[in-house]
Nanobody, 123 residues
Framework: QVQLVESGGGLVQPGGSLRLSCAASGFTLEYYAIGWFRQAPGKEREAVSCLNSSDGIIYVADSVKGRFTMPRDNAKNTVYLQMNSLKPEDTGVYYC????????????????WGLGTQVTVSS
């Protein structure tokens, strides 16, 4: 069965870093577009950063530009969300998802979700 399993969330102080992992099974992640999304308390789920299958960046939220990156490790069938300079407003549940594969920058349409991992940024 196709699965996406997020891990690496936790509690971190403002200014700190976390690396979230999204491990895929049942398919080869390298050939799919992938995105990270988050849902803060009381807010709608939003796209954070998305890559197409060629590792082209198709979306980055303005709020995370310059702070978050999405490296892939194809040997591990895993994509990461490297989060640096974390802010309290980054708090939320983070999800990875297979997204529609496109070369159109600005598009990030989820098709299949993982279950999420909690990130809390607080002193």
């Amino acid at each position: 069965q196709v699965q996406l399993v997020e891990s690496g969330g936790g509690l971190v102080q403002p200014g700190g870093s976390l690396r979230l992992s999204c491990a895929a099974s049942g398919f080869t992640l390298e050939y799919y577009a992938i995105g990270w999304f988050r849902q803060a308390p009381g807010k709608e789920r939003e796209a954070v950063s998305c890559l197409n299958s060629s590792d082209g960046i198709i979306y980055v939220a303005d709020s995370v530009k310059g702070r978050f990156t999405m490296p892939r490790d194809n040997a591990k069938n895993t994509v990461y969300l490297q989060m640096n300079s974390l802010k309290p407003e980054d708090t939320g549940v983070y999800y990875c998802a297979i997204v529609v594969n496109t070369a159109v920058v600005g598009s990030c349409q989820p098709e299949y979700w993982g279950l999420g991992t909690q990130v809390t940024v607080s002193s």
